[in-house]
């Protein structure tokens, strides 16, 4: 066929495809416009053009949800890739001096369920910085930040003793967590849930059923979280946790099921003197994450950076 008579193929727009990439990710309009600074109207303009030029629906929508068509799921994976091609030609040039490696290290917790959609987001913005993380206990986060093994971290501290260095990224409320509709924390001696020695959280719950005159046993012992959400789940035993790692199968327990109350605990960072540009833009989008997050409900974990 004479290259002339063929028809010459529409180009996919950038701006069109973060907002449909912004819609897949969050399942919802409204949330995807917040994402991309537009009104709802105008996104679903953007959706309306795309799916004509491409001739197919890309969405399924009804009153509660909307969730991509298979040839939505197919497009979402060339979206992806066409976004990051772009970030990373951009960055060549725009930001030269942006690469390298940056060590980072977070409490299991927020490594698991936060840090990850933090730095995903980061690795749009900055496609030619590598972060490694490593996942450790607060104290040894801190001690390897003091060491140099790591430029950064996060970590868990106690609500008023803010270890020096460091500084507050959030406030955040220390519940008992039990399953929704279990007994456990009716039984006596209560059974409790808890991390290994040093663990600010143990120590708290662990002093407060103390001063509380509470009889309790240790009955499940795991250093990560979510040995304690399983123990919750199977109903075996209560764990004090982070509001926002309250699941909806779980229910926040306090003062009023004969339980004492655990205060707040912060999350902390503590950076190395003399950071360099990678470190540092880590440093900054990790307080802009946790700046949003403090505005948002923390049981979205979707932070809009």
């Known amino acids: ?54 001739g197919c629906s890309l969405f399924r929508r009804d009153a509660r949800s909307v969730v991509l068509t298979h040839q939505g799921e197919v497009l979402l994976s060339y979206a992806r890739r066409l976004i990051a091609l772009s970030n990373e030609a951009v960055s060549r040039f725009m930001m030269p001096e942006m690469n390298g490696v940056v060590r980072l290290g977070a409490p299991d917790d927020v ?18 910085i590598a972060v490694n993380v490593s996942i450790e206990t607060s104290s040894n986060l801190r001690r390897a930040v003091a060491e140099r093994r790591l430029d950064l971290a996060i970590f868990n501290a106690t609500d008023g003793t803010l270890p020096v260095p460091g500084e507050i990224l959030l406030k955040e409320q220390l519940v ?27 120590a708290r719950a662990l002093e407060e059923l103390s001063r509380s005159g509470r009889d309790f046993r240790v009955a499940y012992f795991c250093a990560h979280h979510m040995g304690q959400r399983a123990a919750i789940r199977a109903d075996l035993a209560v764990a004090p946790l982070a509001r926002f790692l309250v699941g909806d199968d779980m229910v926040a327990l306090g003062e009023k099921d004969g339980l004492p109350d655990l205060g707040h ?15 540092q833009a880590v440093a900054d989008y990790i307080r802009a994450a946790f700046a949003r997050i403090e505005r948002r409900p923390m049981e979205m974990l979707q932070v809009a950076c």
């Open 111 to 128: 490594g698991e369920l936060i840090l990850p959609e933090v730095l995903r987001r980061f690795a749009e913005t900055y496609p030619s």
């Open 1 to 54: 066929m004479n290259l002339l008579m063929r028809q010459t193929l529409p180009l996919l727009e950038l701006d069109i495809l973060r907002t449909f990439v912004a819609i897949a990710e969050t399942g919802n309009f409204t949330t995807a416009a917040e994402t991309v600074h537009r009104t709802p109207s105008a996104v679903s303009m953007q959706i309306k053009k795309l799916e004509e030029m491409l």
């Open 176 to 202: 008992w967590a039990g399953k929704n509709c279990g007994n456990a924390h009716l039984k006596n001696p209560l059974p409790v849930s808890v991390w290994e020695e040093g663990c600010i959280w143990r």
């Open 265 to 279: 605990y912060l999350i902390g960072l503590v950076v190395n003197e003399n950071l360099d540009a990678p470190a």
